[in-house]
């Protein structure tokens, strides 16, 4: 009985030790530093551990958690600003960013001043938001693919769009065609992960757009297991529990309409390659077709919103992979009812929800959310893109993207789902 106790003591100690060297590691590429300065991070309870086993292997496993936390916790106090660390070395750029004239043009930059003064019902329409999707979440008559899984059922790969700023304490899940270009340029000043001839970007716009979509450029949590290993899911839920974490989200239709324009209306060639030419070969009838893109569009072969649209209702499309990213389902990209997000951002009011959000960060002074542009992909718009598409198709289509629209608060498409 002895032996077993000294035994369990001895495996206690050993573990914090690996712990203790773990977390000095983590130290010293900079990502134990919490920095914990938002009126909007609170204490949420992070998801349980399983931990199967006799009753005393639980009990350490919640004094190591309580320890752990305890000690990353402890790097609040060490709040310096003067600390330049990041998770990673920082990249190099030396390029200025360039948009073509055609996609500035289908971009519709608007490079006016905005007025940026809170309104006083933000904080109240910014709990609504929040409450909707709770709300939501825990009703169990809305059901929904991936709904009742945990944190720990989601697979690493799943976790690739949580972008994670260790020096301000801040986790930004990025949804395509959502401002992400520059909320990500954003994320790469506030983290510092980027440097330009030796000095960290200190202007969004100046970030060169190939870097912004770089994935190296950015900390993600799926990156965390090759640094952490068993511990990675631990840490991330810490991270969870302490940082402030956000995403912006837009009316999943309008999404749709402006991911085919930006990918099938431009001149894309991974787009072509990967999608355009199985699109055209399968709802088109085609079977020889232009090796480039620049061919196609040269003979006025593209893919329409109707091949589009078959192809995202086709049961065929994910069995062979899942949805692109630029028109996967929010709800698979930010997992909401596993994350309990501190602020949920529209496309719709994107100058008040940037200005409130990094207010509320307190960076507001640090940088200025880039310019926005007049979205050229107005809601106006759906009646005009769905007129062709038939009314059966447009209800699949609700169906697979109903989740995004009932968490997020966007109203039902009526008009678009009824004769």
């Not at 899911?233 to 302490?242: A, C, D, E, S």
Request: charged residues 25%.
């Amino acid at each position: 009985m002895a032996k077993a106790r000294l035994f369990r003591l001895w495996l206690a100690l050993g573990s914090v030790f690996m712990i203790l060297l773990i977390i000095v590691y983590w130290d010293n590429v900079g990502t134990a530093h919490f920095y914990l300065h938002t009126s909007l991070s609170r204490p949420h309870l992070p998801d349980p551990l399983p931990t199967p086993g006799p009753e005393e292997g639980k009990d350490f496993m919640s004094d190591v958690d309580e320890f752990l936390d305890k000690l990353l916790s402890s790097g609040l106090k060490q709040n310096d600003p003067s600390r330049k660390k990041t998770e990673q070395p920082p990249l190099l750029a030396s390029s200025k960013p360039a948009l073509s004239n055609m996609e500035e043009s289908v971009r519709g930059y608007d490079w006016s001043p905005h007025d940026t003064k809170q309104n006083p019902d933000q904080d109240r329409l910014q709990a609504e938001r929040r409450r909707v999707l709770r709300d939501f979440c825990a009703n169990s008559s809305f059901v929904f693919p991936t709904k009742e899984r945990s944190f720990d059922d989601i697979p690493n790969y799943e976790l690739n769009h949580l972008i994670v700023d260790d020096r301000h304490g801040i986790i930004y899940c990025y949804v395509p065609k959502v401002a992400c270009t520059n909320w990500k340029r954003v994320m790469i000043v506030l983290s510092e992960s980027l440097l330009d001839q030796g000095v960290p970007y200190r202007e969004p716009l100046d970030i060169p757009r190939e870097h912004v979509h770089n994935s190296s450029t950015h900390l993600t949590f799926n990156k965390f297991w090759r640094r952490y290993g068993k511990f990675s899911r631990h840490l991330m839920k810490i991270k969870l529990k302490k940082y402030t974490k956000f995403l912006f989200v837009r009316d999943p239709f309008v999404r749709l309409i402006s991911a085919f324009r930006s990918k099938f209306e431009l001149e894309n060639e991974e787009f072509y390659q990967k999608f355009a030419i199985p699109m055209l070969k399968m709802y088109s009838n085609l079977t020889s077709l232009p090796t480039s893109v620049s061919e196609a569009f040269s003979a006025g072969l593209k893919v329409s919103f109707t091949n589009f649209i078959q192809y995202l209702l086709d049961p065929h499309t994910e069995r062979l992979a899942p949805f692109n990213e630029h028109w996967r389902q929010v709800y698979r990209l930010c997992h909401p009812c596993q994350i309990d997000y501190d602020f949920v951002g529209k496309l719709e009011t994107l100058d008040e929800d940037a200005a409130q959000l990094l207010r509320l960060l307190k960076v507001d002074q640090l940088l200025h959310f880039p310019p926005s542009y007049r979205n050229r992909t107005a809601s106006s718009w759906e009646e005009d893109w769905f007129a062709r598409i038939p009314l059966a198709w447009r209800q699949q289509l609700y169906k697979l993207y109903e989740a995004d629209f009932v968490l997020f608060g966007y109203p039902k498409p009526e008009n678009l789902l009824r004769d």
